[in-house]
């Protein structure tokens, strides 16, 4: 609770100061200003609560992108690299995790990449913060082999009444390296699983 406190009091402050211009230039009569100020509190309060979850995520170094874009994973293992694209839920961080350790947390457009040792594993996405509450956690199940690389688009989809997180797996690595040459790689830790 204590990680809402923050966009809470932040959207008191923020429906008390437009409550107060639009007191002062718009409705100077009457207390119409008093809804508007709510609504601006609370739009700012809901706002800063689903992006409550975010962390502070490193950006890869040349070495790890070098990597990532090579598309060659390192002997013995594979490449798993999953990135998110899409405008909703953009600044809502989705954390990542395979085989239930978390690795990365995605906000959008970005990309991590990460060595994994081959056979059969499981990426899951849940968003943190307010956001989570709001959207469905999702899995997807692959197989990695040796040698290859698994690449995952994941967009975040509105629903009537609750968001969802969905994975597609790609295939056409040069159209998915031409995308990500122009996307932020994210620092995964650990760097390897």
Same mark, same amino acid.
């Given at each position: ?13 923020? +429906?008390?100061?437009?409550?107060i ?13 008093i ?17 409550? +979850? ?21 002997? +013995?293992?594979?490449l798993?690299?999953?990135? /998110?694209?899409g405008?909703?839920?953009?600044? #809502? ?22 060595a994994i040792?081959?056979?059969?594993h499981?990426?899951?996405? #849940?968003f943190?913060?307010? #956001? +989570? ?19 995952? /688009? ?9 968001g ?21 790689? #994210?620092a ?6």
């Amino acid at each position: 609770m204590n990680k809402y406190i923050q966009p809470i009091i932040i959207g008191v402050l923020a +429906g008390v100061c437009g409550a107060i211009l639009i007191k002062m230039f718009v409705f100077p009569d009457g207390p119409l200003y008093i809804v508007y100020g709510l609504g601006i509190g609370a739009f700012f309060a809901y706002i800063l609560s689903n992006l409550a +979850g975010n962390k502070k995520v490193a950006a890869a170094g040349g070495a790890e992108r070098q990597l990532a874009m090579g598309m060659r994973p390192p002997l +013995g293992k594979s490449l798993l690299i999953p990135y /998110r694209e899409g405008f909703v839920a953009k600044l #809502a961080g989705l954390n990542l995790a395979l085989d239930g350790q978390e690795f990365v947390q995605l906000t959008s457009p970005k990309f991590a990449c990460i060595a994994i040792s081959p056979g059969r594993h499981t990426l899951t996405g #849940a968003f943190g913060g307010f #956001a +989570g509450a709001q959207s469905k956690a999702a899995s997807f199940d692959f197989d990695a082999p040796q040698g290859g690389v698994v690449v995952v /688009r994941i967009n975040a989809r509105m629903g009537l009444v609750q968001g969802a997180v969905v994975f597609t797996p790609e295939t056409d690595l040069a159209a998915v390296k031409a995308k990500l040459d122009h996307f932020q790689m #994210a620092a995964s830790s650990p760097s390897t699983l």
